[in-house]
């Protein structure tokens, strides 16, 4: 995976619109039809304490998830990157499609403060390794560069 390509590529997204609904559905489309194995990727934007679903591509998905809970709330409430290569394995994990096997969450900031994560699901297990995360990093900083949430 090229994933300085996949950053080059987000950046671009955002010149021509950096409000975080076009810029974030964009994102989430760019990387679902780039990586290989993917059953859903997508953002979860904090609201009111929690995480609520934002843009994304693949199922339905749960709405809200409360901090702590499941990958994504683990990643948002740590403020941490978190790589899991079977969610099966993982305490309190949240099951929006039970054909996900692993996952891989990365915290987005604003100001220094976690405003939502980016979430990458895939059905084979163990699917992330540690130049995805550093790729994915790199891309979810990408972004955060780029954001406005500004109305």
């Excluded at 609904?21 to 780039?34: E, F, I, K, M």
């Excluded at 749960?62 to 079977?86: E, S, Y």
């Amino acid at each position: 995976m090229d994933y300085e390509l996949l950053c080059a590529q987000a950046k671009a997204l955002a010149e021509e619109e950096r409000w975080y609904v076009p810029l974030l559905a964009n994102a989430a489309a760019l990387l679902y039809d780039s990586m290989d194995d993917l059953n859903w990727a997508g953002f979860y934007l904090m609201r009111g304490g929690q995480l609520v679903l934002g843009p994304f591509v693949g199922k339905v998905a749960c709405i809200h998830i409360p901090l702590g809970k499941g990958v994504c709330g683990a990643a948002a409430a740590r403020d941490a990157t978190q790589r899991v290569a079977n969610v099966h394995e993982f305490p309190g994990h949240i099951a929006c499609d039970d054909a996900s096997n692993s996952e891989i969450v990365i915290p987005l900031h604003r100001n220094g403060e976690v405003v939502g994560v980016l979430d990458i699901d895939s059905p084979v297990l163990d699917r992330f390794d540690e130049a995805d995360q550093e790729g994915l990093k790199a891309f979810a900083r990408a972004i955060e560069d780029a954001i406005d949430f500004d109305d």
